[in-house]
């Protein structure tokens, strides 16, 4: 009886996927699409709009265990996670540090001043 009322459904979460796609949001998204291919573009709106909302709130209760005033550098490391930016590699160059790169611009910016 439970079946005819509450058929179960495979929902799939691969580790690939963002942390903030759970089986409900899975689940929505596949809703989401199926109305948008069946043309039912306002209640493919409205199901996007929710799930924006639940990505959203997923987001901010994974960011709340961290203390920004007290280590922003987990936080910040945190939200790369969420949004999929990498951090970007420095390059250090020999030769060149910040004394030089001042005197540089310091020459080059009285050259101009001076023509």
């Known amino acids: 009886m439970l079946d005819r009322f509450y058929p179960e459904r495979t929902i799939t979460v ?3 996927d963002p942390d903030y796609v759970t089986p409900y949001i899975n689940a929505q998204l596949r809703k989401k699409n199926r109305l948008m291919r069946a043309g039912r573009v306002e209640e493919a709106g409205a ?9 959203v709130k997923c987001n901010r209760t994974c960011l709340q265990k961290y203390d920004s005033r007290v280590d922003a550098k987990d936080m910040w490391a945190a939200v790369r996670q969420l949004t999929g930016h ?5 390059v250090d160059v020999d ?10 611009y310091a020459r080059i910016s009285r050259n101009f001043t001076e023509s």
């Open 47 to 55: 199901i996007a709009e929710r799930i924006g909302k639940d990505i």
């Open 95 to 104: 030769g060149v540090d910040a004394a030089i790169l001042n005197s540089h």
């Open 14 to 16: 691969r580790s690939r």
């Open 86 to 90: 990498k951090q970007e590699q420095t």
